[in-house]
């Protein structure tokens, strides 16, 4: 059974930082690449980052490019998303999803969430 | 950038179908993707390439796109689907959601 599972969410003062983790299992994501989409409570979804199967390729939604780094461990097969300089809008759930990638970008399975909270 | 709009909401009885727009500039040049959120669960993707119905998404859920619209249709909708749709596409190494669209089935 594929399963990807966060954690390292939790509560953060303004400008402090923060790294998830997603440990996948159930397959081996050495072909799919691996993706962070967050989800302020009561509103919508919004892409974070993607990165490729070896870790060579990284994309970012615009407005947080710069604070926020997503890298991955093919041996441990899990993915990390370090945030920093967060801010009170940064407040959401993060889900980490597999991305087969193929023809298209999209999310064909998804973890349970992990949420951050930043407030002093 | 690129943007993806859905209407916020939309109600269907049960039985019957329930059409779901996305719309976006030459959406139909790209492939849509539909995901499904229930209240407290994470999102489930229920197609794929506009029209794709991964293993255990049920028959009812079909998919178009052309010219600037994608569309998911719930056909013989049931009470439990009513959820959140998103619907997402990849444009120049970004991925787009729309905002949402809650189908409430009444």
């Known amino acids: 059974e594929v399963q990807l599972v966060e954690s390292g969410g939790g509560l953060v003062q303004p400008g402090g930082s923060l790294r998830l983790s997603c440990a996948a299992s159930?397959?081996?994501?050495?072909?799919?690449?691996l993706s962070w989409v967050r989800q302020i409570p009561g509103k919508g979804l919004e892409w974070v980052a993607s990165?490729?199967?070896?870790?060579?390729?990284?994309d970012y939604v615009a407005s947080l490019k710069g604070r926020f780094i997503i890298s991955r461990d093919n041996a441990k097969n899990s993915v990390y998303l370090q945030m920093n300089g967060l801010r009170a809008e940064d407040t959401a759930v993060y889900y980490c999803?597999?991305?087969?990638?193929?023809?298209?970008?999209?999310?064909?399975?998804w973890g349970q969430g992990t949420l951050v909270t930043v407030s002093s | 950038s690129y943007e993806l709009t859905q209407p916020p909401s939309l109600s269907v009885s049960p039985g019957q179908t329930a059409s779901i727009p996305c719309s976006g500039d030459?959406?139909?040049?790209?492939?849509v993707s539909w995901y499904q959120q229930r209240p407290g669960q994470s999102p489930v993707l229920v197609l794929s390439?506009?029209?794709k119905r991964p293993s255990g998404i049920p028959e009812r859920f079909s998919g178009s796109n052309s010219g600037n619209t994608a569309t998911l249709t719930i056909s013989g909708t049931q009470p439990m689907d009513e959820a959140d749709y998103y619907c997402?596409?990849?444009?120049?190494?970004?991925?787009?959601f729309g905002g949402g669209t809650k189908v409430t089935v009444l």
């Open positions: 390439e506009d029209n």
């Open positions: 997402q596409a990849w444009d120049n190494s970004i991925v787009v």
């Open positions: 030459r959406l139909g040049d790209k492939y």
């Open positions: 999803a597999r991305d087969p990638h193929t023809p298209t970008s999209y999310f064909d399975s």
């Open positions: 990165i490729d199967p070896d870790g060579s390729e990284k």
């Open positions: 159930g397959f081996t994501c050495t072909n799919c690449w």
